[in-house]
Nanobody, 126 residues
Framework: QVQLVESGGGLVQAGGSLRLSCAAS????????MGWFRQAPGKEREFVAT?????????CYADSVKGRFTISRDNAKTTAYLQMNSLQSEDTAVYYC??????????????????WGQGTQVTVSS
């Protein structure tokens, strides 16, 4: 059974930083892409970033976070990360990690992710 557990969320002032972690278990972590999505109150879930699996390093970002957020993974620790810098109030949301259906890391579509974590709240105060 695949489990994804996010951590690292919290309250931060605008301009600050947070690093989210997503610990994965249950199947071969290396072989699958990992992604981060977020959902703000009253809005649909939106893509944030993704990174490929199988030793690849292809990263893709939403335009709204490009240059501020960095996705990474540590295959030995079966953990994915999202480093968030220069946080803005618009970044306030519940952040979810997801594991892809394949190694390909370029998809922004939720349908291409098979497993999801429970989410972690990020609140940015202005």
């Amino acid at each position: 059974q695949v489990q994804l557990v996010e951590s690292g969320g919290g309250l931060v002032q605008a301009g600050g930083s947070l690093r989210l972690s997503c610990a994965a278990s249950g199947r071969s972590f290396t072989n699958y892409a990992m992604g981060w999505f977020r959902q703000a109150p009253g809005k649909e879930r939106e893509f944030v970033a993704t990174i490929s699996g199988s030793g690849g390093s292809n990263e893709c970002y939403a335009d709204s976070v490009k240059g501020r957020f960095t996705i990474s993974r540590d295959n030995a620790k079966t953990t994915a990360y999202l480093q968030m810098n220069s946080l803005q109030s618009e970044d306030t949301a519940v952040y979810y990690c997801a594991q892809g259906r394949s190694w390909y890391g370029g998809s922004s579509r939720p349908q291409n992710y098979a497993y999801w974590g429970q989410g972690t709240q990020v609140t940015v105060s202005s």
